[in-house]
Each structure stands twice: as structure tokens, then as C-alpha cells.
């Protein structure tokens, strides 16, 4: 997948609400990117099936957001951490609806869940926006921060469950 193409599909993951309140900047360093802190390689690894090595990269994004990406063969993985949120802010599902409107209305479809401060969701486009991927993120929103975990798959087939990352997001609730 493309810079560009990533760029794109990770728009719609943010008009979906996927992680609505943080924006895509460069990555942090992975001494100080709290992001990377999130979740270990190990516990990625037992939920995806395969090794997963992750890396902040340069200093932290802009915003105070925190970006953490992995590989595997057939996914990327990113996590995040926006920090510094306002507490007031509408965090409310109708911030998201109409950001799902839209996405749907693309024809991508979506399945979103909600348990107390997780939120989780897939996203499966049709055949003309496969090359950007299939996406399934699962994110934790505390009044001045939201972290997230967001597996990005080649093809449906090695889509990531809700029921796999949510767990994930459980353990993440603690971390930060």
C-alpha cells in the first residue's frame, strides 16, 4: 500500500470515528513514544498469530499524539496515543454518525461496538477500495486522552476480529 493510499484509508478510519479525536502525524521515537508502550510485541503476537516488531521512528507527532507502527505479512499495525485532550470535548456517538454516514455511503462497510470506554470497529470496502485494506480498530477514551489499536489487513481474510483486539484495548485502558 502507498504512503498515499495509507494516507486515504487512514482519513476514512478518522471520519468513521475509528479514533476521531487524535490526527495522523509523523511517528515518535520509540524511547519516548508512549505509544509504543501501549502493548508489548508478545501480545500482539498472540492475538495476530505472527511476530510483529514495533517502531516509533523520529520525535513525537505533532498534537501530542504518540504513533507506534508494526508489520506482518499480511497487516500493518499501528498504535496511538493522543494525550492532552480537552475534557469538555463532545465525545458523544453522535460525533462519529455522521462520519459513518459518510464511509457507508462510500460503500465500505462497517461494524461498530461499543463497551464502556472501548470503542471498536471494522471496516470492509468494496472491491474498488480493497487496495487500501481492511481495517479493524478498537480504541479507549479517558477524558483527556484516547489510545488505540489499529490492524490494517491486505485482504479480508486476514482481517483482525473486534473479539481479537478488544482484549488488546482492555489491556491498553491500564497503560496509560
Partial sequence: MTTRAC?????????????????????????????CGLLTPAELQIVLGTTVSLSGGGGMAAGGVDLCTGQTSTATVMLRL??????????????????????????????????????????????NLAQHGFNTTCTVSKPTAIAGVEVTAKSQHDMASIEWLHPLAEKMASRF
Fill in 82 to 127: 493522543s494525550t492532552g485532550l480537552d475534557p469538555g470535548r463532545d465525545r458523544s456517538v453522535g460525533t462519529e454518525t455522521g462520519g459513518i454516514e459518510v464511509v457507508k455511503q462510500m460503500g465500505i462497510q462497517v461494524d461498530v461496538k461499543t463497551v464502556g470506554p472501548i470503542t471498536c470497529s471494522t471496516m470492509v470496502p468494496p472491491a
Fill in 7 to 35: 494516507s486515504q484509508w487512514m482519513a476514512v478510519a478518522v471520519c468513521a470515528g475509528a479514533f476521531a479525536a487524535s490526527v495522523q502525524a509523523p511517528v515518535g521515537a520509540a524511547d519516548d513514544n508512549k505509544a
